[in-house]
């Protein structure tokens, strides 16, 4: 969307004073060199705005109209105007090309403006909850249908007799054996039977028994793929 400045002239300027020279050299091989013309009315179509755009787009079609002009011989009346009408077909082609592709640029901007507001807003309400779970007296585990522990916050950890520096950031519940009765909990909540208050108690080897009490909630199912998540909400008793 940016008008006509300094950035003009390196960006499609240099282009297109490049092409030109080309388009206008005397060739001995007939080479056109007018489809080369378009990289630059494509550039400031979708960088700049609709004026630049038209503008570098009717900047072309008179050089083309130009070109075709004065390369007119007094010879061959017909293949004179063939040129211009060819020129002008190209410079109108262009015209309408620089239009088109500065809508679609506009509409694309225009769709990637809220989805770029609604990632932010995701990413902070993402922050937040981590905050909100991370300062939670009460443990929260989100376990996976393979009893992957996909996040622990500091109590659970501390109620599963875990440290954060041997245990790894992801871990199953099938790991130690004192988690035997989360395993049951996790399945049972998988199997479609929600887990509300129920009493478990976790044998640990190097330090004393605990008392938990354990709540489950399965999450929506998530994205296409339809799996959805067992959160296991645990309080020391």
């Known amino acids: 969307g940016r008008g006509f400045d300094a950035l003009w002239l390196p960006t499609v300027g240099v282009d297109l004073m490049f092409f030109a020279v080309l388009q206008l050299q005397p060739s001995v091989a007939q080479i056109n060199y007018t489809p080369l013309l378009a990289l630059p009315v494509l550039m400031a179509a979708i960088l700049g705005s609709r004026p630049l755009a038209l503008g570098t787009a009717a900047l072309v079609a008179l050089l083309l109209l130009g070109h075709a002009a004065w390369a007119t011989s007094s010879a061959s009346t017909w293949a004179d105007t063939a040129d211009l009408a ?3 077909l190209a410079g109108a082609g262009l015209l309408l090309l ?9 509409r694309l901007a225009r769709e990637e403006a809220p989805a770029r507001r609604n990632r932010v807003e995701a990413q902070v309400q993402s922050l937040v909850s981590n905050l909100v779970v991370e ?27 875990s440290d954060q520096e041997v245990t790894p950031h ?8 004192a988690w035997t009765q989360l395993v049951y909990i996790a399945q049972l909540s998988f199997a479609g039977s929600p887990v509300d208050a129920a009493e478990v108690i976790l044998h640990h080897d190097e330090r004393i028994t605990s008392r938990l009490q354990v709540r489950t909630q399965r999450t929506p199912p998530i994205g296409d793929s339809g799996v959805s998540l067992c959160v296991m909400f645990l309080q020391d008793l």
């Open 86 to 88: 060819q020129a002008a």
């Open 98 to 106: 620089a239009l088109l592709t500065h809508q679609m640029a506009a």
């Open 135 to 161: 300062s939670l007296s009460d443990g929260v585990l989100v376990v996976d249908s393979t009893l992957l522990v996909r996040t622990a916050n500091p109590a659970a950890r501390v109620m599963l007799g």
């Open 170 to 177: 992801l871990f199953s519940l099938q790991d130690n054996p």
